[in-house]
């Protein structure tokens, strides 16, 4: 009886001081959430702000503060387009060699291709006419995205 209690006590002591973990994202059983009630005004705004997209995925996305830095690694051709849902830029970094489509992306924004070799780039309008082609030139150049539907970064 007296070994059982030390191992009730020892036992519950190791549960007390394991440290909590949150809930895992991954396991809808343990990540349910309800989301509130749209605001009242919501049908009546004229633009709905929708944070700009891309398909396939990016290799990496982020955003950043008027004034801030943002930084294009080698092999890489990174794009800025503003983010009307949050107020900042909103990087995409592409790598992988694919035709990506856009979605909400608008107005001015900007590019800075600094992939390696000889590679040619295209930008595509709604009826897959070119827009502009470029080669990796190591300058950042404006872009007005409106018109621009997709993306080959090869």
């Known amino acids: 009886m007296l070994l059982i209690a030390i191992v009730a006590a020892v036992s519950g002591a190791m549960i007390t001081t394991m440290p909590a973990q949150a809930a895992s994202t991954q396991n809808?059983?343990?990540?349910?959430?309800?989301?509130?009630?749209?605001?009242a005004d919501a049908q009546s705004r004229r633009l709905a702000a929708v944070s700009p997209g891309i398909s396939p995925a990016a290799g990496r996305t982020s955003h950043g503060d008027p004034g801030g830095t943002w930084v294009c690694e080698s092999g890489w051709l990174c794009t800025i387009v503003w983010d009307y849902s949050v107020g900042r830029w909103k990087l995409f970094d592409l790598f992988r060699c694919n035709r990506y489509g856009l979605s909400n992306w608008e107005n001015t924004g900007y590019f800075w291709d600094l992939q390696t070799g000889n590679v040619l780039s295209t930008f595509y309008g709604q009826s897959g006419n070119v827009l502009r082609q470029f080669r990796p030139d190591d300058l950042v150049h404006d872009q007005n995205w409106t018109p621009v539907w997709s993306i080959r970064n090869c």
Do not use: L
């Open 28 to 39: 809808p059983e343990r990540s349910v959430a309800t989301y509130p009630a749209a605001p």
